[in-house]
T-cell receptor, first 116, second 112 residues
């Protein structure tokens, strides 16, 4: 079956512009995660959605970052007034339930964001 | 806070030999530790999970050990092949059931 897909694969934007990144999880997966991966660094947790529960936004680095998820499907991560330090690969993952970390996370290919 | 250290230098191994990668953590021992593989331009792919009460886990040519005294996990690939070349990431349980803390990964290069 289809895996996690993300779009766009690459995004170049100017400082101060808003960007929207999209994630399509595996069908039937109730849990969805967003991560940021800066060059040479580990993944940073950004936000977690699980079913109809309130999302865990504790990893969002500033109020310029927000994310939404429609039911148990598509999610969008929005970065407003982008800054150069936002340049990174943004990865989305989904898992069947997300109840604990033994629930395997399946990652998309990521969106490489470059802020000029 | 919990920190993970993986060797930032690339590891070069001759094909057929065993590759050993190290993951060290600094604070509490996590309930679980996971290893992932990441290829350029791709997202991480889950490989193995080991629990704190397990000393060793195997899957085909892969072996993971978990030493809570040393605060270390070792990841071994036996009979390594050029196709094993990738960056290998370790991740361990954070403060919640679903949050992982990630290492920066070690790049493994298998030379034919």
């Amino acid at each position: 079956g289809a895996g996690v897909s993300q779009s766009p694969s690459n995004k170049v934007t100017e400082k101060g512009k808003d960007v929207e990144l999209r994630c399509d999880p595996i069908s039937g997966h109730t849990a969805l995660y967003w991560y940021r991966q800066r060059l040479g660094q580990g993944l940073e947790f950004l936000i977690y959605f699980q079913g109809n529960s309130a999302p865990d936004k504790s990893g969002l680095p500033s109020d310029r970052f927000s994310a939404e998820r429609t039911g148990e499907s598509v999610s969008t991560l929005t970065i407003q007034r982008t800054q150069q330090e936002d340049s990174a690969v943004y990865l989305c993952a989904s898992s069947l339930e997300g109840a604990d970390i033994t629930d395997t996370q399946y990652f998309g290919p990521g969106t490489r964001l470059t802020v000029l | 806070s919990q920190k993970i250290e993986q060797n930032s230098e690339a590891l070069n191994i001759q094909e057929g030999k065993t590759a050993t990668l190290t993951c060290n953590y600094t604070n509490y021992s996590p309930a679980y530790l996971q290893w992932y593989r990441q290829d350029p331009g791709r997202g991480p792919v889950f490989l193995l999970l080991i629990r704190e009460n397990e000393k060793e886990k195997r899957k085909e040519r892969l072996k993971v050990t978990f030493d809570t005294t040393l605060k270390q996990s070792l990841f071994h690939i036996t009979a390594s092949q050029p196709a094993d070349s990738a960056t290998y990431l370790c991740a361990l349980a954070g403060d919640s059931n679903y949050q992982l803390i990630w290492g920066a990964g070690t790049k493994l290069i298998i030379k034919p």
